[in-house]
């Protein structure tokens, strides 16, 4: 493997810019030569009057950005750029060992079949690198779109401003990827829109991006290589066209998912009508649903009924012989008065500081109670949703079972995704923090993306509506 250690920058690329380091030990050899001669040729239509097609490989190379000089010593190499642009899949995990590109087709998948076309690099059935995936997959993407019938001049139209759309979410997925990230490059077609995720966050804010006019790229030398062939945009303008383009057709607004740990940033395309968001289970794939064989609600592995997670199941059952309600009270070793199940036991006692019915953090001391309770600032009694005591374990047991799904699949279509918040805020109420965790979704991206709609439908409420900023605010299921 190459020891990071090694890495030198190139005098030409600003510091922090990963895809200028220059690899000196990895020569012209490294390169895939189809990939390297599709790319010249593709050059030479888009420019055929430029003075670079009559160069040898390596200035060519050195022209536009895949070759670098150190020249304090006078040696060269592949930059990194260079290397993910025509390299091989062996060679590129030499560098980087979490390199990786996948594209899946679910749009056609039968009821047995998870996709019915996927490609990666690690296959061995092509080079695996970051051009040869383009032109690979841009065709399967624009498969099957409507073209209308437009001339210019006396030559047909072939392209929408959706295949361009495509393309540029396409190429802004490559030019942003954080390559020493985890999962690598995924880029997914469905019936009713499209995915593309890359490992890395954006180093530009989202509602700046789509306004457009601002660019700070991760990846500027692989950016230039595809410019150079009149692919994407160097502007920042590639997402506010996309958008624009979303928005001419009245389609869903494009959507932008973050993850932190890993760093990972997902973009979504739906073709599916703003008005018609709310008739979401009509366009649900087969993946997506509830009753899929795979992953149904109540499919053996996620099922609330479950053998390992079931209400009734021997270990949690309320009815187990170790926690049953109507356990044998004669018997001295499992009686509810026995010193260790006790319900006035130390350890169990509902006066005990972690349960107790006093304790400040879980309910409410009911001698004390007047119309405003002082210890929560005023909040009505009401609010403190003062329930009959559960099993604490039994309930967090049945959440994250609930919640399974969400941790399964990192796509999920909103309605299920809603359903599900609202199914786990009906057992108990739920803080962010712990709908992220159960989830598996960043805290901003829940509130915005899901809860703020929930709490506009009246499908949630706060626990302390007239205190928004509440240290203990939760969200409740609307009876």
Same mark, same amino acid.
């Given at each position: ?47 055929? /009057? ?26 060269? #190499? ?8 025509? &390299? ?64 210019? #001049? ?17 190429? /802004? ?10 999962? #690598? ?13 890359? +490992? ?19 990846? +500027? ?52 009508? !703003? ?34 997670? &079931? ?25 509810y008065n026995n010193e260790i199940n006790s319900w006035n036991n130390v350890q169990n006692s509902y006066n005990k500081e972690m349960r107790s019915i006093n304790k400040e ?54 309605? !299920? ?25 960043? +805290? ?20 302390? +509506? ?14």
């Amino acid at each position: 493997m190459y020891r990071k250690e090694d890495f030198h920058i190139s005098e030409d690329a600003p510091f922090g810019v990963q895809d200028g380091l220059i690899l000196e030990h990895y020569g012209v050899n490294e390169l895939h030569f189809d990939s390297v001669k599709s790319y010249r040729n593709r050059f030479m239509s888009v420019k055929p /009057n430029h003075p670079w097609n009559g160069l040898e490989t390596k200035e060519f190379l050195y022209k536009i950005g895949a070759w670098g000089k150190l020249r304090d010593t006078g040696k060269e #190499g592949l930059t990194l750029a260079g290397l993910l642009m025509f &390299s091989e899949e062996r060679v590129i995990t030499e560098v980087l060992p979490h390199y990786f590109l996948e594209y899946r087709d679910d749009s056609h998948a039968s009821y047995d079949e998870r996709w019915s076309d996927r490609l990666t690099s690690q296959d061995g059935t092509w080079s695996g690198n970051l051009h040869d995936f383009y032109f690979m997959i841009m065709p399967r993407l624009t498969a099957g779109l409507q073209i209308p019938f437009r001339l210019r #001049g006396t030559v047909r139209q072939d392209e929408t401003a959706i295949h361009t759309a495509l393309r540029e979410a396409l190429v /802004n997925a490559i030019v942003h990827a954080d390559y020493r990230g985890e999962r #690598g490059i995924v880029v997914e077609r469905e019936k009713t829109g499209f995915t593309f995720s890359n +490992p890395g966050l954006p180093r530009v804010p989202i509602p700046q991006a789509f306004t457009g006019g601002v660019s700070d790229l991760r990846n +500027p030398n692989l950016c230039r290589m595809f410019l150079l062939i009149g692919l994407g945009e160097r502007a920042g303008s590639g997402l506010f066209n996309i958008r624009q383009t979303w928005q001419d057709r009245e389609w869903e607004i494009p959507q932008f998912l973050q993850q932190e740990a890993p760093a990972r940033t997902t973009f979504i395309l739906r073709m599916i009508p !703003v008005e018609e968001q709310e008739k979401e289970s009509e366009f649900r794939t087969i993946d997506d649903s509830y009753n899929k064989k795979q992953e149904s609600v109540n499919n053996a592995i996620y099922s609330g009924n479950k053998d390992w997670e &079931s209400l009734n199941k021997e270990f949690f059952s309320v009815n187990n012989p170790e926690n049953s309600y109507n356990k044998n009270e004669n018997d001295s070793e499992n009686s509810y008065n026995n010193e260790i199940n006790s319900w006035n036991n130390v350890q169990n006692s509902y006066n005990k500081e972690m349960r107790s019915i006093n304790k400040e953090e879980d309910t409410v001391d009911v001698a004390s109670v007047k119309e405003y309770d002082e210890e929560e600032e005023n909040v009505p009694v009401d609010e403190l949703e003062s329930e009959e005591p559960e099993n604490p374990e039994t309930i967090d047991e049945e959440l994250w079972g609930i919640a399974e799904l969400a941790r399964k699949r990192k796509r999920l279509s909103p309605k !299920v995704m809603e359903d599900m918040i609202v199914q786990l805020c009906a057992r108990k109420p739920l803080r962010l923090k712990e709908l992220a965790d159960m989830l598996e979704r960043t +805290p901003d991206g829940l509130r915005n993306n899901y809860l703020a709609k929930l709490l506009r439908e009246n499908r949630l409420r706060l626990k302390y +509506p007239d205190q928004v900023n509440h240290p203990r605010q939760a969200y409740i299921t609307v009876k």
